[in-house]
């Protein structure tokens, strides 16, 4: 009997230690929330420190026209050099000509369709042998078809899957392990504002899309809990619609406050969102806290401030 007791007491006490355990643990988590979010409530008030690159080889995919042209102009007017990667190789020699006119950091070509692994994979020799080890990914390359799905066809799925994220997928294994015997590195992987909302005419793409913010997410857990924490960043940018070309008949409602971006402002960005080391980036940045806060409210209030907003693209098949 009395060992019975001792027993019932040492248990009764063995699990109010591991009650009061979890509370104090959960006090620590609570405080160093509040202190993450003090944190950034003061950055947003602060200069933002930016990194300096100006060493860095840089390689970013579909650097042929629009943002990915824009971002080889902007990352060589920092210093860094950089590495061209398109298809089109006609197109991508003109972005190299118009960054060598910069007289700043050196710029290289190179073809590849990087929705093929064993390309990617030739691609990274190539340019590890020719330039040096990246340091800095960025999967820009992106295709967008538009039409109701009914009406895609299985050949324009599969593309747009190889292209937006299969290549992505081969282009960090390919480059990861560059950036891992430098002991640094950074990815930066365009989503789109359709990797946040669906969007008509848009299910295959927006599908991409959330693939990129999925990969890239797992990806930081990934470098986050591995010997590479700190040292490999992630960056996963959410552009808006941008005026590039993919957006054949874009739908504005509000073209004052909404209206198409301009590729040269969202390089920048973009190249900004790099040298903050942020994790995750809309463009225009409201966007992002406009999207979480709605996540928060009943479907029908987010279904109800889409339509007020009334934005996207009209079918390509007119």
């Known amino acids: 009997m009395i060992e019975r007791e001792i027993i019932h007491t040492t248990t009764a006490s063995k699990r109010m230690f591991e009650f009061l355990q979890d509370v104090l643990q959960f006090l ?33 995919t579909g650097t042929g ?29 003109k972005t190299v000509q118009d960054v060598k006119r910069l007289n700043r950091g050196a710029v290289h070509s190179f073809s590849c369709d990087v929705s093929k692994r064993d390309q990617v994979v030739g691609l990274a020799k190539r340019v590890q042998s020719e330039v040096g080890p990246v340091s ?84 930081h857990e990934e470098l986050r809990e591995g010997p590479y924490k700190d040292l490999i960043k992630v960056t996963t940018i959410f552009p808006y619609m941008t005026n590039t070309g993919l957006c054949k008949y874009p739908k504005v409602k509000f073209p004052s406050i909404l209206g198409l971006l301009d590729p040269k402002h969202v390089a920048m960005r973009i190249v900004e969102a790099h040298r903050s080391d942020c994790l995750e980036v809309t463009i225009p940045s409201c966007l992002m806290y406009i999207n979480n806060w709605t996540r928060l409210l009943p479907s029908s209030c987010g279904i109800l401030l889409k339509d007020y907003i009334d934005s996207g693209v009209e079918s390509d098949l007119k």
């Open 65 to 93: 026209h629009g943002i990915g042209r824009e971002l080889a102009l902007h990352y060589a007017a920092h210093g860094s050099t950089v590495i061209c990667v398109d298809i089109d190789e006609k197109n991508n020699m």
């Open 28 to 60: 620590v988590l609570f405080a160093r929330l509040l202190m993450d979010i003090l944190a950034v409530l003061l950055r947003l008030l602060l200069p933002k420190n930016l990194k300096d690159i100006s060493n860095e080889i840089v390689l970013i």
């Open 136 to 219: 800095v990914l960025v999967n820009n390359v992106g295709i967008m078809p538009t039409h109701p799905l009914p009406q895609q066809s299985a050949e324009e799925i599969l593309r747009v899957f190889d292209v937006n994220v299969f290549s992505q997928f081969w282009t960090i294994q390919a480059f990861l392990d560059q950036m891992k015997e430098q002991g640094k590195g950074h990815i930066i992987s365009l989503s789109s504002i359709a990797g946040l909302v669906g969007l008509s005419n848009l299910v295959p793409y927006c599908a991409t899309k959330f693939a990129v913010r999925g990969l890239m997410e797992a990806l």
